[in-house]
Nanobody, 124 residues
Framework: QVRLVESGGGSVQAGGSLRLSCAASGEFSRRRYMAWFRQVPGKEREGVAAIDIGTRKTVYDDSLKGRATISRDNAGNTVYLQMNSLEPEDTAMYYC?????????????????WGQGTQVTVSS
Protein backbone atom coordinates (compact mmCIF):
# COMPACT_ATOMS: atom_id res chain seq x y z
CA GLN A 1 0.00 0.00 0.00
CA VAL A 2 1.14 3.53 -0.76
CA ARG A 3 0.18 6.58 1.28
CA LEU A 4 0.45 10.13 -0.04
CA VAL A 5 0.06 13.26 2.07
CA GLU A 6 0.06 16.69 0.45
CA SER A 7 0.85 19.99 2.12
CA GLY A 8 1.81 23.53 1.19
CA GLY A 9 -1.39 24.82 -0.35
CA GLY A 10 -2.85 28.15 0.60
CA SER A 11 -3.95 31.55 -0.60
CA VAL A 12 -1.66 33.80 -2.58
CA GLN A 13 -1.99 36.88 -4.74
CA ALA A 14 -1.48 36.73 -8.48
CA GLY A 15 2.20 36.72 -9.32
CA GLY A 16 3.10 34.92 -6.13
CA SER A 17 4.63 31.52 -5.54
CA LEU A 18 3.82 28.35 -3.66
CA ARG A 19 5.63 25.08 -3.08
CA LEU A 20 3.53 22.01 -2.64
CA SER A 21 4.92 18.90 -0.97
CA CYS A 22 3.83 15.29 -1.19
CA ALA A 23 5.17 12.88 1.41
CA ALA A 24 5.04 9.31 0.13
CA SER A 25 5.34 6.04 2.03
CA GLY A 26 4.94 2.42 1.13
CA GLU A 27 6.47 0.07 -1.37
CA PHE A 28 8.76 2.02 -3.67
CA SER A 29 7.99 -0.04 -6.77
CA ARG A 30 4.34 1.00 -6.49
CA ARG A 31 5.20 4.73 -6.43
CA ARG A 32 8.09 4.89 -8.82
CA TYR A 33 6.29 7.48 -10.91
CA MET A 34 4.61 10.43 -9.20
CA ALA A 35 2.64 13.37 -10.44
CA TRP A 36 0.63 16.41 -9.53
CA PHE A 37 -2.90 16.91 -10.78
CA ARG A 38 -5.40 19.67 -10.19
CA GLN A 39 -9.14 19.94 -10.30
CA VAL A 40 -11.66 22.75 -10.26
CA PRO A 41 -15.24 21.94 -9.20
CA GLY A 42 -17.28 20.90 -12.21
CA LYS A 43 -14.24 20.18 -14.36
CA GLU A 44 -12.15 17.11 -15.01
CA ARG A 45 -8.97 16.49 -13.09
CA GLU A 46 -5.95 17.44 -15.19
CA GLY A 47 -2.30 16.56 -15.01
CA VAL A 48 0.18 19.29 -14.18
CA ALA A 49 3.58 17.63 -13.89
CA ALA A 50 5.07 14.19 -13.39
CA ILE A 51 8.42 12.77 -12.36
CA ASP A 52 10.16 9.43 -12.60
CA ILE A 53 11.49 8.97 -9.08
CA GLY A 54 14.35 6.82 -10.27
CA THR A 55 15.68 8.90 -13.18
CA ARG A 56 14.24 12.29 -12.15
CA LYS A 57 12.94 12.69 -15.69
CA THR A 58 10.04 15.13 -15.73
CA VAL A 59 6.98 15.85 -17.85
CA TYR A 60 4.90 19.03 -17.79
CA ASP A 61 1.53 20.09 -19.04
CA ASP A 62 1.55 23.25 -21.10
CA SER A 63 -0.75 25.00 -18.64
CA LEU A 64 2.07 25.47 -16.11
CA LYS A 65 5.08 24.89 -18.29
CA GLY A 66 7.77 27.40 -17.48
CA ARG A 67 6.03 28.38 -14.26
CA ALA A 68 6.27 25.10 -12.38
CA THR A 69 9.03 22.72 -11.38
CA ILE A 70 8.50 19.21 -10.09
CA SER A 71 11.31 17.65 -8.09
CA ARG A 72 11.98 15.07 -5.44
CA ASP A 73 14.18 14.79 -2.38
CA ASN A 74 17.26 12.59 -2.33
CA ALA A 75 15.48 9.69 -0.70
CA GLY A 76 12.67 9.77 -3.23
CA ASN A 77 10.08 9.98 -0.49
CA THR A 78 8.92 13.54 -1.02
CA VAL A 79 7.91 15.19 -4.25
CA TYR A 80 7.61 18.93 -4.64
CA LEU A 81 5.78 21.23 -7.01
CA GLN A 82 7.21 24.72 -7.07
CA MET A 83 4.80 27.10 -8.77
CA ASN A 84 5.74 30.66 -9.69
CA SER A 85 3.92 33.58 -11.33
CA LEU A 86 0.64 32.13 -10.19
CA GLU A 87 -2.54 33.26 -11.89
CA PRO A 88 -6.16 33.18 -10.70
CA GLU A 89 -6.71 30.41 -13.27
CA ASP A 90 -4.36 28.22 -11.24
CA THR A 91 -6.88 28.13 -8.39
CA ALA A 92 -7.76 24.49 -7.82
CA MET A 93 -7.42 21.51 -5.53
CA TYR A 94 -4.03 20.00 -6.17
CA TYR A 95 -3.57 16.26 -5.80
CA CYS A 96 -0.47 14.12 -5.59
CA UNK A 97 -0.63 10.73 -7.27
CA UNK A 98 1.62 7.71 -7.68
CA UNK A 99 1.86 4.63 -9.81
CA UNK A 100 4.39 2.00 -10.75
CA UNK A 101 4.63 2.97 -14.41
CA UNK A 102 2.18 4.99 -16.53
CA UNK A 103 1.80 4.66 -20.28
CA UNK A 104 0.78 8.32 -20.24
CA UNK A 105 2.65 10.40 -17.69
CA UNK A 106 -0.21 12.83 -17.08
CA UNK A 107 -3.11 10.48 -17.56
CA UNK A 108 -5.48 10.46 -14.60
CA UNK A 109 -6.46 6.85 -15.15
CA UNK A 110 -2.83 5.75 -15.04
CA UNK A 111 -2.42 6.52 -11.36
CA UNK A 112 -3.36 4.09 -8.63
CA UNK A 113 -2.70 6.03 -5.45
CA TRP A 114 -3.94 9.49 -4.57
CA GLY A 115 -3.55 11.95 -1.74
CA GLN A 116 -6.39 13.90 -0.17
CA GLY A 117 -5.49 17.12 -1.96
CA THR A 118 -4.37 20.58 -0.96
CA GLN A 119 -6.21 23.75 -1.96
CA VAL A 120 -4.47 26.51 -3.88
CA THR A 121 -6.30 29.81 -4.21
CA VAL A 122 -4.86 32.67 -6.27
CA SER A 123 -6.52 36.05 -5.99
CA SER A 124 -6.26 38.86 -8.52
Amino acid sequence: QVRLVESGGGSVQAGGSLRLSCAASGEFSRRRYMAWFRQVPGKEREGVAAIDIGTRKTVYDDSLKGRATISRDNAGNTVYLQMNSLEPEDTAMYYCAATSWPSQALGVAEYTYWGQGTQVTVSS
